[in-house]
């Protein structure tokens, strides 16, 4: 699976850019995409994902201000992110995950965690000042 992020860049606070994920080389249609970030010094966190039941799941610090969509037939995973803070500031990747029941790994770990995904985007940075 490679995932391949673009949207990233320096913007003011308030700002509204679009990150995008396009992912390829997968053959099977049962995979999950989500957003992390991971800002200097700090761990990676789980930003936005759908759950198993295709409802949004997003991290409690960016509820309100970020969107996540998805076009299946297309592979991408879309991050609208609006009113953004100095905080934002971070490297966001996109990840994919392969794992389920049939396939085995860690299938059962919450959406918005690492162990969750098996496949790394290279990341985009986004600059908020």
């Known amino acids: 699976v490679q995932l391949v992020e673009s949207g990233g860049g320096s913007v003011q606070p308030g700002g509204t850019p679009r990150l995008s994920c396009e992912a390829s080389?997968?053959?099977?249609?049962?995979?999950?995409l989500a957003w992390f970030r991971q800002a200097p010094g700090k761990e990676r966190e789980g930003v936005a994902a759908?759950?198993?039941?295709?409802?949004?799941t997003y991290a409690d610090s960016v509820k309100g201000r970020f969107t996540v969509s998805k076009d299946t037939a297309r592979n991408t995973l879309t991050l609208q992110m609006d009113d953004l803070k100095p905080e934002d500031s971070a490297m966001y990747y996109c990840?994919?995950?392969?794992?389920?029941?049939?396939?085995?790994?860690?299938?059962?770990?919450?959406?918005?965690?690492?162990?969750?995904?098996?496949?790394w985007g290279q990341g985009t940075q986004v600059t908020v000042s």
């Open positions: 990840a994919a995950s392969t794992f389920s029941p049939t396939n085995g790994g860690a299938w059962w770990a919450p959406i918005l965690t690492e162990a969750r995904y098996n496949y």
């Open positions: 080389g997968y053959t099977s249609s049962t995979y999950r």
């Open positions: 759908f759950d198993s039941l295709d409802f949004r």
